[in-house]
């Protein structure tokens, strides 16, 4: 069974900092592309960042760019993400998804996670 598992979540103070991990089991994520996607109470779930399968091109959302930033290691099949300047508004459920089209997070995110509870709060 392909699964993802996110980690890393937690309650943080304006300002601060978090790294949230996804790791696969059942399958290696070498091969795909990998986004991380968050929903907030009330609100659609969005696209925050996605990473190639090399590494070598990432994207972001505009409300976090300049602030996250995600990567890659293959040797661990782990994909990351670095949140800094974390703001209220970044409160969200981040969930990360394998793309298994090579489409950079647009389409055939097939394989998800169960979420991580990011909370930014004074």
């Known amino acids: 069974q392909l699964q993802l598992v996110e980690s890393g979540g937690g309650l943080v103070q304006p300002g601060g900092s978090l790294r949230l991990s996804c790791a696969a089991s059942?399958?290696?994520?070498?091969?795909?592309?990998i986004g991380w996607f968050r929903q907030a109470p009330g609100k659609e779930r969005e696209g925050v960042s996605c990473i190639s399968s090399s590494g070598t091109k990432t994207n972001y959302a505009d409300s976090v760019k300049g602030r996250f930033t995600i990567s890659r290691d293959n040797a661990k099949s782990t994909v990351y993400l670095q949140m800094n300047s974390l703001k209220p508004e970044d409160t969200a459920v981040y969930y990360c998804?394998?793309?298994?089209?090579?489409?950079?997070?647009?389409?055939?995110?097939?394989?998800w996670g169960q979420g991580t509870l990011v909370t930014v709060s004074s």
């Open positions: 059942g399958f290696t994520l070498d091969y795909y592309d």
């Open positions: 998804a394998a793309d298994l089209g090579g489409t950079m997070c647009h389409r055939y995110l097939e394989v």
